[in-house]
């Protein structure tokens, strides 16, 4: 383990996650709700990567990928109400969802 592993694994976490508050804003804009199922896999493919990775800041990365992509689906309902209540634009060209 690195002197610096515990600043990369904080920098990392805080780039994985600043960049999925644009992401869940784009996915509800231009696929709804519908795509929440993408978030679910692709968060537990990242679990289970955090588990056979080797390498400790790898490992932990892919830990924080994966608990962010399973709390974007939450993130990804919540944005929904917020388009619902005119905080963000909705997608004209999308028909509305029950």
């Keep these: 383990m690195s002197l610096f592993s515990g ?10 996650i600043g960049a999925f508050h644009p992401v869940v804003i784009k996915a509800e804009y231009h696929f709804g709700t519908r795509c ?8 537990i ?5 955090s ?5 400790f800041i790898l490992s932990a990365l892919c830990g924080v990928l994966a608990f ?3 709390w974007s ?3 990804l309902f919540e944005q929904k109400k917020r388009v619902e209540k005119g905080w963000f634009p909705s997608n004209p060209r999308r028909k509305i969802q029950p």
């Design 36 to 43: 929440w199922w993408v978030f679910l896999l692709s968060g």
């Design 68 to 70: 962010t992509l399973l």
């Design 73 to 75: 689906i939450k993130e």
């Design 7 to 16: 600043l990369i694994v904080g920098a990392g976490t805080f780039l994985i």
């Design 45 to 49: 493919a990242s679990g289970v990567a």
């Design 51 to 55: 588990v056979l990775v080797a390498n």
